[in-house]
T-cell receptor, first 115, second 117 residues
Framework: AQSVTQLGSHVSVSEGALVLLRCNYSSSVPPYLFWYVQYPNQGLQLLLKYTSAATLVKGINGFEAEFKKSETSFHLTKPSAHMSDAAEYFCAVSDRSLRANDMRFGAGTRLTVKP | NAGVTQTPKFQVLKTGQSMTLQCAQDMNHEYMSWYRQDPGMGLRLIHYSVGAGITDQGEVPNGYNVSRSTTEDFPLRLLSAAPSQTSVYFC????????????????FGPGTRLTVL
């Protein structure tokens, strides 16, 4: 079964610095990969998803992620952090079957942005 | 569209009490699901449904029941609440997967924060 591992439960950056949130996946078949963001006291919102087109995926709010098959990674980056980026971020994976219930989430990374 | 709505936002129960968490969506999505979110564990699937009258178990179904009488509604019932069920519960919906190089987005509700004493 597929799974994801998010490296680092907490990441702290200064405003204007690079944001890098790490996600490695395990899957026996080519996966679909997702990044979701959760702002305080809210539900999850899709940031971006990889579904086999370009390996560099651009999402909302200036975030992007690169699918690297050789490294089984799908790290999330943003060149310059903004205070409003403070949130919890979840990486998720699903396979390419027609089963709807196969999405698996990582444990989450809480991003803090310091002024 | 209101998207995915959940009620209540907060609930405190005593051990052994029962309650129903409500979830509704207005996007005509076939697929609906319930997750629980616990610190350090991400989201874990409790139950899901691929259409009215069809439900199935996810990773952590024990202690929970669901039903799907309409496309719009997918309530989650706790039959006899236990402290281990203290968590944040999210409902989500999406279209069913279709053949092709894509996967539809899951839309999440705002969550219900449940405390069982």
């Amino acid at each position: 079964a597929q799974s994801v591992t998010q490296l680092g439960s907490h990441v702290s950056v200064s405003e204007g610095a690079l944001v890098l949130l790490r996600c490695n996946y395990s899957s026996s078949v080519p996966p679909y990969l997702f990044w979701y963001v959760q702002y305080p006291n809210q539900g999850l919102q899709l940031l971006l998803k990889y579904t086999s087109a370009a390996t560099l995926v651009k999402g909302i709010n200036g975030f992007e992620a690169e699918f690297k098959k050789s490294e089984t990674s799908f790290h999330l980056t943003k060149p310059s952090a903004h205070m409003s980026d403070a949130a919890e971020y979840f990486c998720a994976v699903s396979d390419r079957s027609l089963r709807a219930n196969d999405m698996r989430f990582g444990a989450g990374t809480r991003l803090t942005v310091k002024p | 569209n209101a998207g995915v709505t959940q009620t209540p936002k907060f609930q405190v129960l005593k051990t052994g009490q029962s309650m129903t968490l409500q979830c509704a969506q207005d996007m005509n999505h076939e697929y609906m699901s319930w997750y629980r979110q616990d610190p350090g564990m991400g989201l874990r699937l409790i139950h899901y449904s691929v259409g009215a009258g069809i439900t199935d178990q996810g990773e952590v179904p024990n202690g929970y029941n669901v039903s799907r009488s309409t496309t719009e509604d997918f309530p989650l019932r706790l039959l006899s609440a236990a402290p281990s069920q203290t968590s944040v519960y999210f409902c989500a919906s999406s279209r069913l997967p279709r053949l092709g190089p894509s996967r539809d987005t899951q839309y999440f509700g705002p969550g219900t924060r449940l405390t069982v004493l």
